[in-house]
């Protein structure tokens, strides 16, 4: 069987057995073969090389009839035309096999009660000709490969099964791109499953007689492995599932049968061990045949699997297809748990520890979710402990896995080690599954949260029911010792979502939660601060939770409608929630509102309420005042942007129309207002004369703050802040007076929100509207700008951003819009100035690099990205700008400019920025990209003048790719381009000037995406400005255009390198290329003499015990092919060069040097460097995504 072992390229691995190798197999493994009468079932000829197949002459040169399609439906098919005149009177036989198997091929896919009747049909016939019924069995097999060709009569009686394979592949239909076991949908599923089952059915109706004959399944397992070992991949799949479920099922009755010995010969000893006088010695003879009869069914069965084993399994379980190296595992799966008693040992589980390591996602999770079906037997733990200790650090790196699937099922598997085997994995081994409590992937965080939980009640340990309270402190003071303890302290909602299936009920124990806030610090009482944090930050994100039954938002898979059950689940925990926390919420605020994270969290509690409940229960009113009472003391307390945020948007909820004690928060609201507003007015006059002391300038500044606040969540234009914020900002701008940033920052917000809120009245009541109250309403939105560009160059940099953030707000609503602007609609048209002095900011704080001014490396981390976050915002607003026609497109030259150099902090904006351009006028944007090319040349200096002129070219090459893949629609926007570049480039060229004539490399860029009339229009058009220049620029821009022109045809084709070559075709045939596809065959025999092979082969693997020493985890080691080519002579090649057309069906490549099958894990595809990836939050993702590496 070794030596004549087939080596396949391509698609299947080269294999061939070592002499070590087939040391471990018995004589009477194969023996089982060569006992089957009227044919000699020679494995070594019927697994011969593929090559061999290809020299030797077909003994009859006839085609067999053609079937339809597999799986289509119809009149029977009609046989083709023989060319034999012996084959003519055997066309009715041809038929009737036909008509059998597509009746058996129908049957696989209607259902389980057709394959019953069609497998006891078919028994049925084999029992009166069993060489028919053999044949008609091999024929059904055939046609599931979706081949058209069918096993005759004289085939059958006088060629071995590799020659007949090799007849079947010549005839496969090569149009077909698929076959049925690869087939999508419900019709492909009911096939694979069909198939199955009469698999199953076939050993269990054969099971005490037919499954011991030495001829059926004998046969059948050799036709099946050397089917497995073809190189068409439609015949390799199907044999290979057929092959490997056949095993499940053989394993099965051998499992039966292992148990009925163990119970026969304990009768056989218990009646052996009767005294003389109460033995019966017939009784004793029966047991000892049954016994002995039973030991033969068992070896001849253990036989049959081996060979199965040996003859399929070890080939194919590193097939170069994933599906197939899937199927091998998941049948593995089957074998060990049925039959622990022969399977579960070191030699068969090291398949399932080697496949781990798989490169395919699917071949992975078929070896955890095996290996899981394992751990779930406790009687199995003891064999699995050499296994564990040698593929656990193997698990805990697949806890990464790329794959997030793979990843959830393999922390699934490592919480079954877990509670199995207790001392198995340390407590640095689970902190590496811990954190993915807080990654994105919902599934993979869940399991994650699990093995937590599992962690966390270990640690609690049980305790009786009437304890049931102490259980939930300790367990929450677990908890938020572990959060605390964890990196992602922003990330508490994620946290809670994991942990919400199984731990739900202590998460929502609110009573637990609000007693352990309200203790009070003392001796051993109490939580400590950073542990109250924690504990309100969870509770909050568990209320959430509960009350509204979704995930974070990156965690959900989309838009989900809640079901009946869930909704009034969800109705019944609002309400709960609402109930416990509206008496408890007003101390809680008034205990933690000093402190400015714990109050801002609590302030989202109410969000979360049924606030209907304050105005339909009377005892629940003196809770609202409470409530509102405390809010407003938090306002005047802190003037934190967050903390005011918080508390405006839980007013403003109170305040709703919809409620029946809206007027009662209204009014505290009102008097919270003009309570703020007297103290900023009170010290007004004292700051414009700048006579008022640091008190009162503070004193104003954090009123001024509160009312930019509310302001941005209410229109309190009532209010008349405009013109003293305006006055504010001119005495700090115009007049020199030293005005504390803390004033200024707010005034422009408050004045830019009192513009914005104007313009909502505005556009609300245009029709009566005023003229004066328009004229008024542009007078202040000129004055405000006026302000703002006055602010712009100031050294303050909170006042600079906040005026250029302001300024692109009102600029954008306000701005003039031609074709958008409405007749009652207040206007206002930004002069040259002002475009010029945002056109600087941009280049002065925005395109540079940011500030180092950080001591701590954390802080310093931390600050540039709240920098960089700050400048793509401001970037862009000033975008927009351009976009809404507010600025005109020669504007966006000072954001492409940097497209390239900036392209990793703003590539994504400048890009839609192009984009968006380029649908409003796509002439213009070209021109705009060339004006900025152009603005890049001339600042060019001689000293540096290669390099910058590198970086430009480089600019102009990410630019061109901008315009797309259409080029008949991007034609005028480039050629538009081109002339423009070539009249800057010509300028000045008639009085000697040729300096700019290097631009004409830059446009040299953007020639590849002209099409052949646009080039030759071009040329003209160079040689018309150009006139008698003679310079290399020219000569090159020329040679662009002309490149894809007829000159093209007159240039020798790019041959490249064959070791290059052979890289190429083996990188491209590592996708996997689709069955069956057409090869060009007529360049192979010359191609075969030029491309050098290394020989090589795969060491097969025994299934034999292995030593602690031999069960080691690795890889399987990929080898080359062995190539023997060299030994045909051009004879041998022209012989059979007629018949080369089946090469057609094999997927083989050729020029590929070594077989990609099991590459090395260090790959690009590997799943070692696999970040998890976290959810996004209030801070920058990218900040995020570096914690976690």
């Given at each position: 069987?070794g ?26 493994d ?27 002459t ?8 053609s ?7 119809g ?12 084959y ?57 490969c ?22 079947l592949?010549?005839e ?13 949908g ?5 096939f ?13 109706r ?8 030495e001829f ?12 497995a ?18 095993m ?9 049968v292992?148990?009925q ?21 017939e ?5 000892q045949?049954s016994c ?10 253990r ?14 379980y ?6 197939i ?50 751990y ?15 593929f ?46 807080f ?22 340990g ?6 049931q ?16 303890q ?32 309200l203790?009070e ?5 109490g ?11 969870l ?6 939770q ?34 416990h ?25 109410p ?9 339909s ?23 934190k ?10 007013l ?30 009170a010290?007004?006059?004292?700051i ?79 029709a ?34 906040q ?5 692109c707000?009102v ?24 475009k ?10 925005i395109?540079t ?23 793509r915002?401001?970037?862009a ?9 507010v ?14 150099k ?83 480039a010509l ?48 000569h ?8 894809g ?46 491309a ?59 020029e ?21 990836s ?12 570096d914690?976690?590496?």
């Amino acid at each position: 069987m070794g030596k004549g072992k087939s080596m396949e390229q391509g698609e299947s691995d080269p294999e061939s057995s070592s002499p070590e190798e087939l040391d471990d197999v018995s004589d009477t493994d194969f023996k089982l073969y060569l006992r089957v009468t009227k044919r000699k079932l020679d494995t070594a000829l019927e697994t011969a090389s593929p090559k061999r197949l290809r020299q030797r002459t077909v003994i009859h040169s006839t085609t067999s009839s053609s079937t339809t399609e597999p799986g289509t439906s119809g009149a029977p098919p009609t046989p083709a035309a023989e060319t034999g005149k012996k084959y003519r009177g055997k066309r009715s036989e041809s038929e009737r096999n036909q008509s059998t198997v597509r009746h058996m091929y129908e049957a696989v896919i209607s259902g389980r009660s057709a394959i019953v009747t069609v497998v006891d049909d078919w028994l049925d016939d084999y029992k009166q000709d069993r060489e028919e019924g053999l044949r008609e069995l091999f024929n059904f097999v055939v046609q599931c490969c979706g081949c058209k060709g069918l096993v005759t009569r004289e085939m059958f009686a006088t060629m071995q099964n590799a020659d007949i394979i090799g007849h079947l592949t010549k005839e496969f239909n090569e149009d077909s791109g698929s076959y049925p076991v690869v087939a999508g949908g419900s019709l492909g599923r009911r096939f694979r499953e069909g198939l199955c089952e009469f698999v199953s059915l076939l050993v269990q109706r054969c099971q005490n007689s037919l499954l011991y004959d030495e001829f059926l399944f004998s046969a059948l397992v050799a036709f099946l492995t050397g089917l497995a070992d073809s190189q068409v991949r439609a015949f390799r799949h199907t044999s290979t599932l057929i092959a490997m479920h056949l095993m499940s099922a053989v394993v099965e009755v051998a499992a039966v049968v292992y148990g009925q010995i163990e119970v026969t010969q304990r009768r056989f000893q218990l009646e052996k061990s009767k005294s003389a006088q109460q033995r019966a010695p017939e009784r004793l003879e029966e047991l000892q045949n049954s016994c002995n009869e039973l030991l033969e069914h068992q070896e001849e069965l253990r036989s049959l699997t081996n060979a199965i084993f040996k003859g399929v399994f070890v080939h194919r379980y590193r097939d170069k297809v994933p599906e197939i190296r899937a199927i091998c595992m998941a049948e593995m799966r089957e074998w060990l748990k049925e039959y622990p008693a022969a399977f579960l040992n070191d030699g068969y589980l090291k398949y399932l520890g080697w496949m781990l390591h798989d490169k395919q996602a699917s071949v992975r999770m078929q070896s955890v979710l095996s290996l899981q079906k394992l751990y779930e037997e406790q009687d199995f733990i003891g064999r699995l402990e050499l296994f564990t200790s040698r593929f656990k650090e193997r698990l805990l790196n697949m806890v990464l896995d790329k794959d997030s699937d793979v990843a959830e099922e393999t922390v699934r598997l490592l919480l079954l080690i877990k509670q199995k085997m207790e001392d198995v994995l340390t407590d640095e081994e689970c902190n590496r599954v811990y954190p993915l409590v807080f990654a994105a992937h919902r599934g993979l965080a869940s399991v994650a949260g699990e093995f937590l939980y599992h962690m966390l009640c270990t640690e609690v340990g049980p305790l009786p029911g009437v304890e049931q309270e102490k259980r939930n402190v300790t367990f929450l003071s677990l908890l938020t010792s572990f959060f605390i303890q964890s990196k992602y302290h922003e990330h508490a909602a994620y946290l809670v979502d994991s942990l919400w299936a199984v731990a739900g009920t202590e998460l929502r124990d609110w009573e637990t939660m609000t007693s352990l806030l309200l203790q009070e610090r003392g001796e051993g009482q109490g939580l400590e601060d950073d542990e109250e944090a924690a504990l309100i930050e969870l509770m909050i994100c568990a209320v959430r939770q509960a009350a509204e039954a979704t995930p974070p938002r990156s965690r959900a898979l989309g838009k989900k409608n809640l079901g009946i059950k869930s909704r009034k689940l969800q109705v019944q925990e609002r309400r709960r929630i609402t109930h416990h926390f509206i008496p408890l919420l007003p101390q809680l605020l008034a205990k933690y509102s000093a402190d400015v994270e714990k109050v801002t969290c609590l302030l989202k509690a109410p969000l979360y309420f049924d606030l209907e409940a304050y105005g339909s229960t009377g005892r629940l009113e003196k809770y609202l005042e409470l409530l509102l009472a405390q809010v407003c003391e938090v306002v005047e307390k802190h003037h934190k942007e967050h903390v005011l945020e918080a508390c405006v948007q839980v007013l403003y909820a109170l305040c709703s129309d919809q409620y029946t004690f809206s007027a009662r928060a209204e009014i505290s609201v009102s008097q919270l207002l003009d309570t703020t507003l007297e103290k900023f007015t009170a010290h007004f006059s004292d700051i414009l004369q700048g006579a008022a002391d640091e008190d009162d300038a503070y004193s104003a500044a954090t009123s001024l703050k509160r009312l930019a606040v509310f302001s941005r969540a209410r229109d309190i234009t009532a209010l008349n802040l405009f013109e003293p914020c305006l006055s504010l900002l001119k005495a700090g701008v115009e007049f020199d007076r030293e005005i504390d940033e803390e004033l200024m920052v707010p005034a422009l917000k408050c004045a830019a929100f009192h513009l914005l809120w104007g313009k909502v009245k505005i556009s609300h009541v245009a029709a009566q509207t005023d003229k004066a109250e328009l004229k008024k309403l542009q007078k202040m939105v000129r004055s405000f700008c006026l302000v703002c560009q006055s602010c712009l160059p100031l050294d303050q940099s909170h006042i600079r951003d906040q005026a250029f953030e302001c300024l692109c707000d009102v600029l954008v609503v306000f701005g003039q819009q031609t074709e958008r602007a409405e007749p009652q609609s207040a206007s206002f048209s930004p002069d040259e100035t002002l475009k010029a002095e945002m056109a600087s900011f941009l280049l002065d704080y925005i395109f540079t690099d940011p500030d180092d001014n950080a001591e701590e490396e954390d802080e310093e981390e931390i600050m540039k990205l709240g920098t960089l976050r700050r400048r793509r915002n401001q970037l862009a607003g000033y975008c927009k700008l351009i976009i809404f026609g507010v600025f005109n497109f020669r504007a966006a030259t000072d954001i492409f400019k940097y497209y390239s150099k900036f392209y990793r902090d703003y590539g994504d904006i400048i890009k839609e920025t192009l984009s968006k351009s380029k649908i409003m006028s796509a002439v213009e944007s070209a021109r705009t990209v060339c004006l900025s090319l152009q603005q890049l040349f001339s600042s060019l200096r001689d000293e540096e003048q290669n390099e910058e002129m590198k970086e430009i070219k480089d600019l102009a090459k990410r630019l061109a790719m901008s315009f797309g893949i259409n080029l008949q629609h991007i034609r005028k926007p480039l050629l538009a381009l081109h002339q423009d570049g070539i009249q800057f480039a010509l300028r000045g060229a008639d009085e000697g000037d040729h300096s700019n004539l290097r631009f004409l490399e830059i446009l040299s860029e953007f020639s590849f995406k002209l099409v052949q009339q646009d080039r030759t229009q071009l040329l003209s058009y160079l040689q018309h400005m150009c006139g008698n220049i003679s310079s290399s620029c020219v000569h090159m821009y020329k040679r662009s255009l002309r490149l894809g022109s007829r000159e093209m045809a007159t240039l020798s084709p790019y041959v490249s390198p064959a070791k290059k070559r052979r890289r190429m075709e083996g990188s491209a045939s590592s996708l996997g290329a689709p069955a069956l596809t057409s090869t060009v065959q007529s360049n192979r025999a010359a191609d075969m003499q030029r491309a050098p092979h290394s020989p090589g082969s795969f060491s097969e693997i025994s299934s034999g015990q292995l030593s602690g020493d031999d069960f080691m985890e690795r890889p399987v080691q990929r080898k080359t092919l062995k190539r023997r080519r060299e030994q045909h002579s051009p004879s041998e090649h022209s012989d059979i060069q007629s018949q080369l057309n089946m090469l057609s069906l094999i997927e083989e490549d050729f020029e590929e040097e070594e077989e990609p099958v099991m590459e090395g894990y260090d790959d690009e595809d590997s799943d070692f460097e696999v970040a998890v990836s976290l959810p996004s939050t209030r801070h920058s993702t990218s900040f995020l995504e570096d914690l976690f590496e």
